[in-house]
């Protein structure tokens, strides 16, 4: 009854039946350390965000790389803006997904090294070589609060470092670059701002990091082990199906064959 096991289509549909099941299982398993990434990471977020403002001197200085704990720190910090040396962060976009610059304004500490405040998006120029109209921040000394971020790179931003670009205009936030271009000594990292807010509510803030949605690596997880269990048991139901049309065929085809003739 099971003969038609050996045939050559049940042969290869119970080989890729046998490659799925484990394929299934790791690829649950892939999906099951994504979500503990990710939960990790939404944890590691909450923390800094939760967590009481400290001066930022505290947590980076000159060189610095800002770690993954240390991202997203709410710091503060006392001096004041420097207009003259400001830049604009090209190609970003705001809450309702429009393409803009950032604004990005040294901020000029009491011992004289150098925090990079992003102060926020604002539209572009009229035209990509023209630098756009930027409201100015508070004069004078002033205290700023805001979170405290990494450099940028290509590689965790997808956005291409392009050179030769017009005068006043980055691609991307970089700490060592910039001291470089002022001739001084900047903190690592920079400032996305939370306070004081400007004035006109422009520049626009930068929101607050959003959630990864673990939950969803923790389903896809939980379907493809799902996955791999229904492959064997669609098999047998397969297998069975099979023999069954398969006896019922034989029998067939023994109901129609003529009786021998009495002699």
Do not use: C
Request: no cysteine; glycine share 8%; proline share 8%.
């Amino acid at each position: 009854m099971y003969r038609f096991l050996l045939s050559r289509q049940w042969v290869i549909l119970t080989l890729v039946a046998l490659l799925l099941i484990p394929t299934m299982i790791r690829l649950g398993f892939w999906q099951m350390d994504r979500y503990e990434e990710r939960t990790a990471r939404n944890q590691l977020v909450a923390d800094a965000l939760g967590a009481e403002p400290v001066p930022v001197e505290r947590l980076t200085s000159p060189g610095h790389t800002v770690t993954s704990a240390e991202r997203y720190r709410s710091v503060t910090a006392k001096g004041r803006f420097d207009t003259d040396d400001e830049v604009v962060v090209r190609r970003r976009t705001n809450s309702n997904d429009e393409i803009g610059v950032h604004v990005l304004t040294p901020f000029v500490l009491d011992d004289g090294k150098v925090l990079l405040v992003n102060r926020g998006w604002i539209p572009a120029g009229p035209t990509q070589t023209e630098f756009p109209e930027i409201p100015a921040p508070p004069a004078g000394e002033v205290t700023v609060t805001g979170r405290l971020m990494p450099d940028e790179t290509t590689e965790a931003s997808g956005i291409k470092d392009l050179k030769d670009l017009p005068d006043r205009q980055i691609m991307l936030i970089n700490s060592g670059q910039e001291a470089e271009r002022l001739g001084v000594e900047v903190l690592g990292g920079y400032l996305a701002l939370t306070a004081p807010e400007p004035k006109g509510d422009t520049p626009e803030l930068l929101g607050r990091p959003g959630d990864e949605n673990a939950a969803l690596n923790y389903a896809y997880a939980l379907q493809w082990w799902l996955f791999a269990a229904g492959v064997p048991l669609g098999w047998v139901i397969l297998v069975r199906r099979e023999a069954r049309d398969s006896g019922d065929s034989a029998g067939a085809e023994q109901e129609e064959q003529p009786e021998p003739a009495s002699v």
